[in-house]
């Protein structure tokens, strides 16, 4: 069999690369070297020292709000991202959506609020998501809000119901035309999260946070004391 000979000319187009166990990252072992050790790496420092030292709570809180709290809380919620989004804060419509799974397994992502009424928070996605399959068999979830710029959080939990034919539909039709490219009428859910505890947390540098709590009763919304509950 004739062999070609190696053009000069290609040479250099690509490289070799050693095996794993002879790059110094991964040769200590073979070399009779013990790893190298986290604190060496971080300058001194673990990673649960190193996560410590972080700043947390930076954030300037809003002037105190003299006006008395509505009645309700969506009433608030709209006044506080209102005062977000004039504080700077960006995409503060986005919240973490908890659910739990067919076999009782929490799960989270991150979506954006679409609306907030009577009917509930809406929120929206494909029909074939894992979310969707989640919340078919537990139809119940959970909504975080978090502002670290004015140091406030909304957590917001409840029964799941989906939409209307009509207002999943409108909700798909408000999107671009990108982002509704393969998805038919048939593919995309509106759901709406019934709030039965909304939770509006306000931090202080101090430690000195404050709750509070709107709690769902059969005569309407009920602020409740913190210290009445569990977190």
Not at 4 to 15: C, H, N, T, V
Request: glycine content about 8%.
């Amino acid at each position: 069999m004739r062999r070609e000979q190696a053009d000069p000319a290609r040479i250099g187009l690509f490289s070799w690369h050693p095996p794993f166990s002879w790059h110094p990252l991964f040769s200590s072992h073979r070399e009779g070297r013990p790893p190298v050790k986290q604190e060496e790496q971080d300058g001194g420092m673990t990673l649960a020292a190193w996560l410590r030292s972080l700043p947390s709570l930076t954030g300037t809180p809003p002037v105190p709000d003299a006006d008395p709290l509505p009645d309700l809380p969506e009433e608030l919620f709209e006044r506080w991202i209102r005062q977000a989004v004039d504080a700077g804060v960006a995409e503060a419509h986005g919240a973490t959506l908890a659910t739990v799974d067919a076999d009782g397994i929490p799960d989270a992502r991150t979506l954006i609020l679409k609306d907030l009424g009577p009917e509930g928070w809406a929120f929206a996605g494909p029909r074939a998501s894992a979310k969707a399959a989640q919340l078919a068999v537990h139809p119940a979830a959970a909504l975080t809000f978090w502002w670290p710029a004015v140091l406030r959080s909304v957590r917001v939990r409840g029964r799941v119901v989906e939409a209307s034919a009509e207002e999943t539909a409108a909700d798909l039709a408000a999107r671009s035309a990108a982002a509704r490219d393969g998805i038919g009428p048939d593919g995309w859910v509106r759901w709406r999260l019934v709030a039965d505890r909304v939770e509006f947390w306000q931090g202080s540098s101090d430690r000195t946070h404050r709750r509070t709590i709107y709690r769902r009763t059969d005569d309407g919304w009920q602020l409740t004391a913190p210290e009445s509950e569990n977190r």
